[in-house]
T-cell receptor, first 111, second 111 residues
Framework: QKEVEQNSGPLSVPEGAIASLNCTYS??????FFWYRQYSGKSPELIMF????GDKEDGRFTAQLNKASQYVSLLIRDSQPSDSATYLC???????????FGTGTRLQVTL | DTAVSQTPKYLVTQMGNDKSIKCEQN?????MYWYKQDSKKFLKIMFS???????INETVPNRFSPKSPDKAHLNLHINSLELGDSAVYFC??????????FGPGTRLTVT
């Protein structure tokens, strides 16, 4: 079982719709959860992090965490073509600040 | 203004050669990382240094040797390059948490 799992996609949503990206993790002791966005040919950039169960909102982005189900999601409201990228879920377990990444979900926002 | 910089951006070399990649950050972070992103876009940590001390050393061939002369610099030296070493190598830095800042990447091609 992979430590962090994501559907590779592509996930295609029309402009203006809500994009829902999901991630599951295997280590119940995982403490911190991150979403990175990576445009093609570019480096990953952090867009959200969440530490506690529940929702965390930042602009058009909402991160959701359910530790009991070992599930993290990212919602993107009012999706724009500029949101088209690969979204990487990442998890920290333990004290060594080691980020374990999922394989990423490619999002395509269509006009 | 560049936060995390890497040189070179592209590196094309032949099998068996030795090469180095350099990384510098001006964010005042005390932790730096090397990641490898393969052709399937999977991003995997290789090494991490905290204040010049190696704290993460994943299962990486010992042909790869990181060096951190000070907390703002982290270099990666690769001996006896192999075809399978072809990938994009990212440097990153943080205050020891998951909110990491990535450099632009070095695309290594071994022929």
């Amino acid at each position: 079982q992979k430590e962090v799992e994501q559907n590779s996609g592509p996930l295609s949503v029309p402009e203006g719709a809500i994009a829902s990206l999901n991630c599951t993790y295997s280590d119940r002791g995982s403490q911190s959860f991150f979403w990175y966005r990576q445009y093609s040919g570019k480096s990953p950039e952090l867009i959200m992090f969440i530490y506690s169960n529940g929702d965390k909102e930042d602009g058009r982005f909402t991160a959701q965490l359910n530790k009991a189900s070992q599930y993290v999601s990212l919602l993107i409201r009012d999706s724009q073509p500029s949101d088209s990228a690969t979204y990487l879920c990442a998890v920290i377990t333990g004290t060594a600040s080691k980020l374990t990444f999922g394989t990423g979900t490619r999002l395509q926002v269509t006009l | 203004d560049t936060a995390v910089s890497q040189t070179p951006k592209y590196l094309v070399t032949q099998m068996g050669n030795d090469k180095s990649i350099k990384c510098e950050q001006n964010l005042g972070h005390d932790t730096m990382y090397w990641y490898k992103q393969d052709s399937k876009k999977f991003l995997k940590i290789m090494f991490s240094y905290n204040n010049k001390e190696l704290i993460i050393n994943e299962t990486v061939p010992n042909r790869f040797s990181p060096k951190s002369p000070d907390k703002a610099h982290l270099n990666l030296h690769i001996n006896s390059l192999e075809l399978g070493d072809s990938a994009v190598y990212f440097c990153a830095s943080s205050h020891g948490r998951g909110d990491q800042y990535f450099g632009p990447g070095t695309r290594l091609t071994v022929t």
